[in-house]
């Protein structure tokens, strides 16, 4: 069976900062990111999505976590087709005035030097066997056909070598008819499927399904089961505490991933207060692995149920 390894989507999110999970005294980026690693062997890294990383950053992540850490690196909007501020860009790279990065057609030889210097800041977590994957996020509108088929191989050689997962937000390359075709495409192109927890309710809800697609890794990303995903606030579309029942409903079918890959990251982006790391520490106890550090995290004993 492979590793499980569980985490949240940010050690950063100000809600999370102000929730009171990091003890007194870590209030240094370094302390937290320390601090965080005692208790979890995984994290996501989502402030790549929103600007370019540096190599400054990827630096100071290796040396402030231990071997076999692992960071889950979100790409850059404007690689997964996002609109993307032009103020996100390199200053030499930004459109004129009045002008903004398109979506799907954006340059693409902007396309390669944007991935150029986004890769070349993550490699101090590449070598050093930080980095667990990049996860490319695609938006809502790219629904399955021959121009999203192309977006992916594209996607794949520009990213030749790197590890890369990803979760799409377009219900149907989940569904039932084509679920098999979705499989063997990114299995094709070694891609790792991301599956989701989230509402269901919703017109534009995933389907639960949980494929996988490469041997290297699985990743599974709770998003909360707020019925305002979607279409609310960050705080609203995020605002869900998940009960043990609920996240033990998953547990077999993360085992069931863990047979057939090497490792399997499961992800909680409920990044409401400390929804996501009170989540990650019961999931963690529920799957029976152990985080970093045994005791509970943030004083949580084992039999206590989250607020």
Known sequence: MGDILVGACSWTDQELLSSGWYPEGHRSAEDRLRYYTTEFPVVEVDATYYSMPSTRNSTLWVERSPTGFRFDVKAFSLLTGHP??????????????GRRPGRAAADPELLDEVWRRFSGALEPLRRSDRLGTLLFQFPPWLAPGASATSVLRQCRERTEG???AVEFRHPDWWQPGRLASTRGLLAELDLAAVAVDTAQSLPTSIPPVTPVTSARLAVVRFHGRNRAWGTGSKEERFRHRYTPEELSSWTPAVHAMADRAREVHVLFNNCCGDAAVRAAATMSRLLGTPTRNPRPVGGLSPTARPA
């Open 162 to 164: 790197w590890p890369v």
């Open 84 to 97: 993307t501020r032009p103020g996100a860009l390199p200053a030499d790279l930004r459109p004129a005035p």
